[in-house]
């Protein structure tokens, strides 16, 4: 479950009481690096807490030309309260991409942001239009078109040239590579002042 989802959410601040001592002792363990780390971690939270995974990786948009790799981290969530109106805390395991070349209080700090967007672009692009970030949103889903261009004209590859549905998919390509270029223009026109 992704906190993208209605039913687990990042908790607002102020945090009750409660909760905030949940979320200092998921700070202090800012990624797990095998299972030992997850039990240690495990057995200083209450065993009734509902658990979460995060379909998306997160990765700093920055560091995307750095080699890196995948670290697990937890974090605290608001759940849906199956039981009454509220929130509940729950324990979401997500997956951060973190630079090889940084020390361990950088990964740490890089591990636990929670303003990464998903690598994945169409959450991405999707997360971006939640939070009302428009203009960017748009450049996203341009780019989203235009790898779709891309992944229809590989379809090609394993056609006979002559064929000619071969033909006709390039063509649809086109158009749909050309739709991506002009939203990726519209995109640097609107104003993010403009949105409401």
């Known amino acids: 479950m992704s906190d993208t989802s209605p039913a687990a959410a990042a908790w607002e601040a102020p945090l ?105 672009i169409y959450a991405r692009a999707e997360k971006r239009m939640e939070n009302g970030q428009v203009p960017a949103g748009l450049g996203s889903l341009a780019s989203l078109l235009r790898e779709i261009a891309g992944h229809v004209v590989a379809a090609t590859e394993w056609m006979d040239r002559d064929h000619p549905d071969a033909e006709a998919l390039h063509a649809e390509a086109d158009q749909i590579d050309q739709a991506g270029i002009r939203l990726g223009e519209l995109a640097k026109t609107i104003k993010q002042e403009d949105c409401g």
């Open 16 to 120: 009750p009481a409660q909760e905030q001592r949940l979320v200092d002792t998921v700070a202090a363990h800012p990624t797990l690096d095998n299972v030992g780390a997850l039990a240690d971690l495990l057995a200083q939270l209450p065993p009734q807490m509902s658990l979460w995974l995060d379909e998306h990786h997160r990765e700093d948009r920055e560091h995307r030309l750095q080699q890196q790799f995948l670290a697990v981290s937890p974090r605290i969530v608001g759940v849906s309260n199956t039981e009454g109106p509220g929130m509940e805390a729950g324990l979401e395991l997500g997956m951060v991409y973190i630079p090889f070349n940084t020390s361990p209080d950088e990964r740490a700090a890089l591990a636990v942001r929670r303003d990464l967007l998903p690598s994945d």
